[in-house]
Structures are given as structure tokens and as C-alpha cells.
């Protein structure tokens, strides 16, 4: 069955909603771009920027903002997004794009940061970290788009989302066309599943998600 195309105002309300649920600011004003460097790789994966060829990733890469980066099987990358919005670490077999990612200055002259990304295939974890507002993390999947304000996560391409603590919002697109919107809070920990919605996270699921985030990956 194919996606029911969503009409533009409606896609834009539904990530006003999720905006206003996460209790998080739109956007961020005078922002410079910022670079993201490699902090860790395991196996192979591999990179293309401004559209072009994909190359090996190697030690001491430094993405930008376009870059279309995929993981191998039995692959893993860590990238370093700064200290607020931490290290995303795409697991094996995963496609990811960096659509925006930017700091700037924000009220008092606390550091804001604004991370867009495009989930495609595959899942990616990390934390983000406690900040005094005005910041924005954003993953958009081919059914949703998650927010996260803080905590631990994890999120898969299929549209499951995994917060162990902290809060997050998802807006979830379903076959139907109509979006939908879901608040996550933790803890105790809590998952969404398009079949059952937010629920609490069982014990097996914490502890995976838990261990996948403790692991260490190879210097980049």
C-alpha cells in the first residue's frame, strides 16, 4: 500500500504541534553552521557530499551539512554534533542526512543548536543533553518526525522510538494521511510503536538500548 500523500498545511501544523509539545523554540535565529566530526568507526561505511560519489569514510572526517552518510552490516559510526546535541551513533546498515545543522547565541548568551536530520534506513542513538531552551533536535523518518528536548534515545527508521529518560515528542504519519501526535516522557522509560502507541519499555529493551549506548567504538 503506498503513503497517502500528505498536503503541505496539514504537515506543517502537525510539526507545529510537535514544536509546541517538546516546549522547544522555532528554530534558531542567526545561526552559523557547524561541522561534525567523526569520533568513532567500526567497519566500514561511507559518505556523499553535495550530491556526489560516495567515498570511504575514514579516520579524522569532518561532515557537513548535505552529506548523505551510510553504515555497512556489522558497521557503526559515533559523530560528534557538540556538546548539546552530543554524539549520534548510526548503527549497521543505516542511511542518514544531515539537513541542518547550526549554533548560535542565544538569550543571556546561552549557546543554542539546531540538528535536522533524515532518517532513511536503519536506527540511530545518543543523548541529548539538558539545555536552557531555545534548541531544537529533529529526525525525520519516512512516517514522522521525532523531537527530542533531552535524554537518552534511540530511534529506528521503521518509526519506533526509544527514550530512556528525558522527554521527546513524535508526530507519526500513517498509511491513513492523518498525523498524529505523541508526547514521551522518562522515566521510567517509554517507547512508541506505530501498532501500539507509547508504552512503557520492558526491562529487555532498556537493557539493549542501554548497552548499545555504553559500548565504545574505535577512535575516527
Same mark, same amino acid.
Given at each position: 500500500m503506498h503513503m497517502k500523500r500528505i498536503p503541505l498545511k496539514t504537515l506543517a501544523v502537525s510539526l507545529l504541534l510537535l514544536g509546541l509539545m517538546a516546549?522547544?523554540?522555532d528554530g534558531v535565529?542567526?545561526?552559523a553552521e557547524a561541522k561534525a566530526p567523526l569520533l568513532g568507526l567500526l567497519g566500514t561505511a561511507e559518505y556523499s557530499r553535495a550530491g556526489g560519489p560516495f567515498?570511504? !569514510?575514514?579516520?579524522?572526517?569532518?561532515?557537513?551539512?548535505?552529506?548523505? $552518510?551510510k553504515t555497512e552490516r556489522g558497521s557503526a559510526v559515533d559523530i560528534f554534533f557538540g556538546p548539546l546535541a552530543? *554524539?549520534?551513533?548510526?548503527?549497521?546498515?543505516?542511511? %542518514? &542526512? $544531515?539537513?541542518?545543522?547550526?549554533?548560535?547565541e542565544g538569550q543571556l548568551g546561552a549557546a543554542t543548536f539546531e540538528l535536522n %536530520? #533524515? @532518517?532513511?534506513?536503519?536506527e540511530i542513538l545518543g543523548r541529548?543533553?539538558?539545555?536552557?531552551?531555545? #534548541?531544537?533536535? =529533529? &529526525?525525520? @523518518?519516512?512516517?514522522? @518526525?521525532?523531537g527530542i528536548v533531552e535524554g537518552q534515545f534511540r530511534i529506528d527508521a521503521r518509526g519506533y522510538v526509544v527514550l530512556l529518560d528525558g522527554k521527546a515528542g513524535y508526530v507519526h504519519i500513517p498509511a491513513s494521511g492523518e498525523p498524529v501526535?505523541? *508526547? %514521551? =516522557?522518562?522515566?521510567?522509560?517509554?517507547?512508541? #510503536?506505530? !501498532?501500539?502507541g507509547v508504552q512503557p519499555?520492558?526491562?529487555?529493551? &532498556?537493557?539493549?538500548?542501554?548497552?548499545?549506548n555504553r559500548s565504545k567504538l574505535p577512535k575516527g
Open positions: 516546549g522547544i523554540a535565529a542567526a545561526a567515498v570511504p !569514510v575514514k579516520k579524522g572526517a569532518v561532515f557537513a551539512v548535505g552529506d548523505v $552518510i552530543g *554524539t549520534v551513533r548510526l548503527t549497521e546498515s543505516t542511511t %542518514l &542526512v $544531515i539537513e541542518k545543522s547550526a549554533v548560535a %536530520l #533524515s @532518517l532513511r534506513e536503519g541529548v543533553e539538558r539545555h536552557g531552551g531555545g #534548541s531544537r533536535f =529533529q &529526525v525525520k @523518518l519516512p512516517a514522522g @518526525l521525532a501526535s505523541h *508526547t %514521551l =516522557q522518562a522515566p521510567p522509560a517509554t517507547y512508541f #510503536s506505530p !501498532v501500539e519499555a520492558p526491562v529487555e529493551l &532498556v537493557r539493549e538500548v542501554t548497552n548499545q
